[in-house]
């Protein structure tokens, strides 16, 4: 069976990047990770629907799981539920509200789910009580809990893959030593991790019954079973973030308390953060920009080589999410780090980096772009594209970096362009605040073009203060229609 499947693996895991210290004797364990019967069936069920079948990124796909799932629900495939769980990519809420909220149902000794605890994903969105009777329906004649019984193996397995995949021993150790015992939480565990080999997209993390509870994607080389694509040490250290970034809150959110006066008085929540969503408690945004700057000293300690690229791709990232300066401020904890004295651990850094925090925010500010004459343009005269970018404040003059570009033509994939004064006639003015180049685009399509492309983006494009210009909000598409 697929469990199998994951043996083979572990030894790659376990060499990937700088050997990691084995943790000396066993923790209190913060993160628990599981399956569940009813949060699985929901998995099933929605990619059984002709939107789960088609949409290319909400299900995986490309397993064995998955060809077992359509072959043995085959016989089912006519079942009404399939088309009233059918919501589509508008319907993101009910989609995701249906899977998770799952979660809070179990099997009763009459085979029959009911809800054992109070839980809504989506607040007063709630499919899957309002389809209990079908999905109960669907579960009895298609015999789910049958093939959830003979998976169990594969399901075990790879819980046993992710957490060894995720480095969770190591990274617990690693905790410990640097922000001391994890906070204990009113109940037994701090996290817990909910998996499905079938969840593709959406991440959801929501606290259930006073645990934090993430509904989480598993890397996809853990599901691929294609032992000829093992993971790479960037795999790997990517795939971490996650669970690293969750499990940390537990270490990190306690020292931040212990440091609560510091934090009100040095931390301006409106200076740092741009719409996160975490702006409504007073520590919470100062503690998601910790929890992803530990990540990266843990990141460069055992995969140095993959760290710098993989570290500044996750902050880019959690700049999208409204972290404006996160990139930055990931330098700054990297820098106290490599300069600490010895013996000292991030907890002793608080008040250091605190200090900074307060001496920089005032120079913070989000670039983006003020204006582009190529803006919903259309080229008519020849494909060379002569860009003119103002910003809404200097940049850093780069000698070169790096664009996206991608059209709007059935089956093209993006290109990643590095700009230079030779090849593109790359120059800068006004101290920065304009730059210029010649692009080569295509015809009869639109051409977009992305600066600060997370993923795709090698060297940034940032202020002198160290702020990159607006991840994935840095874009300009052209029209070219020549005859």
Known sequence: MLKSLFLNLLTVWLCAGRALPAAAAPLPEPVVVRFSEAYELSNIILALTPYGQSDPTEVYKNSRYYREVRAYFAPVMQHSLLQQANYSRKEWDKYLAFRTDAYAFGFNA???????????????????????????????????????RRHQPYYDSLVVAYRQSQRLPEVLAF???ELGPAQQAASTNHYAMVLSPLVYRMNCHREVQHVPTDFAMVPEYLLSGDLRQQPTPADVLTGIHMLFTETDHGFVNPVTSAYGAQVRASFDVKKWDAGSGYDKSEYDT????????????????????QAPLVCQNWAMQNESRGFLASRLFNSQLRELYAKRKKGQTVRDLYPTMLAWCRQVQPTLARPAIADCPLQGATLTTGLRAHYVITFTQPLRELASFDVLLKTDQPASRARRVVLTRAANNLTWSEQGRRVSFDLELANNCRNTLGLNQAWFTDVPLSTPQGVDLAVYE?????????P
Do not use: C, H
């Not at 054992?116 to 809990?145: I, K």
């Not at 503690?287 to 140095?304: G, I, S």
């Open 110 to 148: 009459q085979q029959q789910l009911v809800r054992e605890f109070a839980f809504s994903a989506q607040g007063s969105t709630r499919p899957f009580d309002d389809l209990l009777d079908q999905v109960n329906d669907f579960a009895r004649v298609s015999g789910f809990r049958a093939f959830y």
């Open 175 to 177: 905790l410990t030593a």
């Open 286 to 305: 100062f503690n998601e920009y910790m929890t992803w700057a530990v990540y990266d000293l843990f990141a460069y300690r055992y995969f140095a080589a």
């Open 474 to 482: 840095s874009t300009i598409k052209t029209e070219v229609r020549l």
